[in-house]
């Protein structure tokens, strides 16, 4: 074979291994809501809701030591399940939600993962097709009903796991976008233990492939589809450029925020103290207030609670957050 067809062969060969994976963060390299939460739902690693079902757990981020060779590529970042009280309901778990139930649907995939815990225990999964809005079924499609994947020890393993997606055909999509593909992984209940988990893959086929290694940066835009935060810092702040921005009072103001990339659906708005500078100075903010909102851009209100400001100012440039606990973040997640 020519070196020019040894070339191409690779490229061809490099090109169809990409965008395999259907999990988006699967390498746990996003983290815009926080490192630790012993809180349910969305609250740390990006992507992923976790439960300690009526228990208590904590979930948070873990740093792999450098040069460790337990799991391969030098992944930065694993989450860690921490079950401190014993559930009281179904079984703990983490779930990551694949947007749009058309994915995958009527194929053969593979799950693929590393895990370890801090005692022998059963790793499940349960796989759950919901067909949003005014769908039909209502109440979904169980793919998979929690069969045991792996039994964990204190060492980090491979696991994999394959199964067929159910066919769609028949069935009825809403019409509001909140279709998707669950894939829970589960943990047992009346117990409690320490889950590790990393380099999470769902692709189409009968076997696991090597984990599709994704830039920070390709990763946090997928997730900033679905929430995006700006968070202060000690001094400076973020400065947004001078444009659709207008005192409409002397004490509030509407702001332009344009987000990195089109989001979801339109998202929900939430906001610590957040400063404002205008060619004047700069302003507590001590109320904030969503206008309006697309998949592109939102209209803030601010308030300063002062007098603040020239009604007749128009175009100009603004701070959001002077601290590091100052933010404002934008929520489309399924």
């Known amino acids: 074979m020519s070196k020019a067809a040894e070339l191409a062969a690779l490229i061809g060969s490099q090109t169809a291994l990409s965008n395999r994976n259907r999990i988006i963060n699967g390498e746990f390299q996003i983290w815009q809501r926080g490192t630790s939460t012993t809180s349910d739902g969305y609250q740390t690693a990006d992507r992923y809701q976790g439960s300690s079902q009526n228990g208590a757990a904590t979930m948070s981020q873990q740093s792999f030591t450098i040069g460790q060779t337990d799991v391969p590529g030098e992944p930065k970042y694993y989450y860690r399940h921490n079950q401190t009280t014993q559930a009281t309901d179904y079984m703990p778990n983490i779930q990551h939600r694949i947007e749009g139930v058309r994915s995958l649907a009527g194929q053969r995939v593979t799950l693929s993962l590393y895990a370890k815990a801090s005692k022998s225990l059963a790793l499940k999964t349960y796989i759950f097709q919901h067909f949003g809005s005014g769908g039909s079924p209502s109440s979904g499609v169980v793919v998979e009903n929690s069969p045991t994947i792996a039994t964990l020890t204190t060492s980090w393993q491979k696991v994999t796991y394959t199964f067929d997606v159910d066919s769609i055909n028949g069935k009825t999509i809403g019409s509001n976008g909140d279709d998707y593909l669950a894939v829970y992984l589960q943990f047992p209940t009346s117990d409690t233990y320490n889950v590790d988990l990393a380099l999470l893959q769902l692709e189409v086929g009968e076997q696991a492939t090597p984990f599709e ?104 440039s603004y701070f959001m957050g002077q601290n590091s606990n100052s933010f404002i973040a934008f929520d489309a997640e399924l």
Not at 258 to 265: E, K, L, N, T
């Open 213 to 316: 290694h994704r830039s920070f940066g390709d990763e946090l835009i997928r997730c900033q589809r679905y929430f995006w935060r700006i968070s202060g810092y000690d001094s400076g702040g973020i400065q947004y450029p001078a444009g659709a921005n207008v005192a409409f009072s002397t004490s509030a103001a509407a702001l332009t925020v344009i987000y990195p990339v089109p989001m979801r659906g339109k998202p929900t708005f939430t906001a610590d103290a957040n400063t404002i500078c205008t060619g004047v100075g700069c302003y507590n903010a001590t109320g904030q207030s969503l206008l309006s909102t697309t998949v592109l851009a939102a209209l803030l209100q601010i308030n300063t609670g002062a007098s603040s400001f020239d009604p007749e100012e128009t175009n100009f």
